[in-house]
């Protein structure tokens, strides 16, 4: 796998995990935190893959 793949996935995860805080975050907050800190997760994730 390239490297350019394994950063859009995580991209694409974290983007698809900020949609379900923004669809959670009015019924379920704890959850929409939970997801949100995935999110910062994969993101960052990316971010350091893509430096490595």
């Known amino acids: 796998m390239s490297k350019e793949l394994a950063v859009i996935g995580l991209?694409?995860?974290a983007g698809f995990l900020v949609?379900?805080?923004y669809?959670?975050?009015k019924?379920?907050?704890v959850v929409a935190?939970?997801?949100a800190l995935?999110?910062?997760v994969a993101v960052g994730g990316a971010i350091l893959?893509?430096?490595s």
Do not use: E, H, M
């Open 49 to 51: 893959w893509l430096v």
């Open 27 to 29: 019924t379920a907050r």
């Open 19 to 21: 949609g379900g805080v």
């Open 33 to 35: 935190i939970v997801l």
């Open 11 to 13: 991209i694409a995860v």
């Open 38 to 40: 995935a999110a910062a």
């Open 23 to 25: 669809s959670t975050w």
